[in-house]
């Protein structure tokens, strides 16, 4: 199990693959352990939606480990039918999207593939009610599948739950019989990374031989038998050691300014995090690739699931109207390693427009050759304002601006920024065909190295079947003399040849004898002196 350890906490190397999938146990099951559903469904699922607000977004859940996905789609199954029985007439599809967003994660790329199929055989829904499998589920190939709105809420992805950065804002965490598979050593890391992500009253499911240990004080017992627990509202953010990106992490190491106690620090400490949660703008750090690693505030605005494979691409999640700038800023702020602002921007969302101003601050972390970005989604409205005695032109008694004003300033800036666009395309163009030039002239060299390469090759090929004429004509005429047979009297010319060597020379297999075609003619040329001599 040491060993175990050694290889989830480190890189592993892709040869371990073939090992990961002998070693990890993928056993899973559709409503696995019933009754532990039933206390997720009465305990947990009440207060993850009562006086739940629009602004306060979906509900958040992560099940990590989740194997080959039939563990994801029972919690959804039971979440959508504990909503549709408080809002008994809402469409599945409206359900789905807006009240719940599922993160499903595991270490094992070919359990996610059967996982995001959501195709199962008849065996493995057996345990699901006639009922269930109507609602939720179509026949396909022989076996059943879990309908598209449902595999919609979810987005799996690849993650070692040991050393990759956890998601956050969470609010059920559903981590069943994963523990187990891990030591000490591994849990004393997972633990920490759970309860850095949920809510500061998120909920955290563990399976029925699993407990929380030394970290049971940090956690709320909600349900013994059925593992059910809740983060303290008051509990310390925990030493956690994930190796990905982690500003907050960074932030708390700055030294304290005061001698505080503890406790009051906690308290301090969870108000500032309450805080930073609630009016945090909207905002993600991307990697190089513009792949999402991070989701603060809430971003639900600006960005969506893809429809299709499910991604954490940037690119792919942005709202229509947002792509050209972001990526404008993006590569702007990658260039000059400098923040980038654009103002303005207009995005799209559930049929609505409205202005958002981007911010890309590209960020370094201490240790990693990796670069980050920090795009923050700010809302126009909440810029500071200066208060002013006059009125300004363009802006009536109450100091409002006329709509033509408004208008007219909004499409200058639109003009500016498609001429920062269009400048920027132009300059990727300029890169992408310097680029072009260099890759040609390399394909012309290598091309003309080939060409004398293959002329090298041709000479060769001639010499060669000049060679071969030439034995083929010395060993007709050889296979046309008489063979003397004193062959003993005549070894005083080639005396220098053993005689068994040079009556076997005269055997079929003389040539295969000798080592190349040159020897070959070297000897039989010898030969024909021999032969010739009076
Ligand atoms: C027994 S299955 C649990 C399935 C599901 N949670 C359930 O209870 O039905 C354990 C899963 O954990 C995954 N796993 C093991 N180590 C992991 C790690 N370090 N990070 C993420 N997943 C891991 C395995 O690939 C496997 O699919």
């Known amino acids: 199990m040491r060993g175990f350890e050694a290889i989830q906490a480190g890189h592993t190397p892709s040869e371990l693959d073939e090992l990961y999938k002998d070693i990890l146990i ?38 990590p480990g ?211 949660n609630r009016y945090i703008p909207a905002s993600v750090v991307v990697n190089e690739q513009l792949e999402i690693v991070q989701f603060h505030g809430r971003t639900g605005a600006f960005l969506e699931p893809a429809p299709g494979h499910p991604t954490f691409s940037l690119s792919k999640m942005a709202r229509e109207g947002l792509l050209v700038d972001l990526r404008s800023a993006l590569s702007k702020a990658k260039k000059d390693n400098s923040t980038v602002r654009k103002e303005g921007v207009v995005v799209t969302s559930n049929g609505s427009r409205r202005a958002v101003d981007l911010e890309v601050v590209p960020l370094r972390v201490q240790g990693s050759s990796e670069r980050f970005f920090l795009v923050v989604f700010l809302d126009p409205a909440q810029k500071p304002t200066v208060p002013s005695r006059k009125r300004p032109p363009g802006r009536n008694e109450r100091g409002r601006q006329s709509p033509v004003v408004r208008d007219n300033q909004r499409l200058t800036r639109e003009v500016t920024q498609l001429k920062e666009q269009f400048q920027s395309l132009i300059e990727e163009h300029e890169t992408t065909l310097e680029e072009f030039k260099t890759a040609n002239e390399e394909v012309l060299s290598a091309n003309e190295e080939l060409q004398s390469t293959n002329e090298e090759l041709e000479t060769a090929k001639e010499e060669l079947h000049s060679s071969n004429e030439e034995l083929t004509t010395l060993n007709e005429e050889l296979q046309n003399r008489p063979i003397r047979v004193n062959v003993k009297r005549k070894i005083s010319p080639v005396g220098s040849m053993p005689t068994p060597f040079l009556v076997s020379a005269f055997s079929p297999t003389c040539f295969e004898r000798a080592h190349s075609i040159r020897e070959s003619v070297v000897f039989l040329c010898s030969l024909e002196t021999f032969f010739s001599s009076p």
Request: with cysteine; charged share 25%.
């Open 66 to 276: 989740c194997s080959t996905g039939e563990e994801v789609y029972s919690i959804c199954i039971i979440l959508l039918e504990y909503i549709w029985e408080q809002a008994s007439n809402m469409p599945i599809s409206s359900a789905a999207a807006k009240e719940i967003q599922v993160f499903a994660t595991d270490i094992s790329e070919a359990s996610l593939d059967r996982a995001r199929s959501g195709l199962y055989s008849e065996g493995a829904v057996s345990g699901v009610s006639a009922e269930r499998l109507k609602r939720f589920f179509v026949r396909r190939d022989g076996g059943y599948q879990i309908i598209k709105s449902i595999r919609e809420m979810c987005i799996f992805a690849k993650q070692n739950l040991a050393k990759d950065p956890p998601f956050s804002s969470l609010d059920l965490i559903s981590c069943r019989n994963l523990l187990i598979y891990l030591g000490p050593v591994l849990q004393q890391r997972v633990i920490p990374a759970m309860h850095y992500g949920l809510k500061p009253t998120g909920y955290l499911m563990l399976g029925g031989s699993e407990s929380l240990g030394a970290f049971s004080d940090h956690f709320t017992l909600i349900d013994k038998k059925h593992k059910i627990y809740q983060k303290k509202k008051t509990a310390a953010r925990l030493v956690t050691y994930f190796t990905g990106f982690d500003y907050t992490q960074r932030k708390s190491e700055e030294p304290r300014s005061s001698n505080l106690p503890e406790t009051v620090l906690t308290v301090e400490k969870e108000i500032e995090r309450l805080l930073v």
């Open 26 to 63: 993928h056993v899973t099951g559709f409503f696995r352990d019933a009754e532990a559903y039933g206390a997720l469904r009465e305990q947990v699922f009440p207060n993850l939606f009562r006086d739940r607000k629009p602004e306060d977004g979906p509900v958040r859940v992560w099940i």
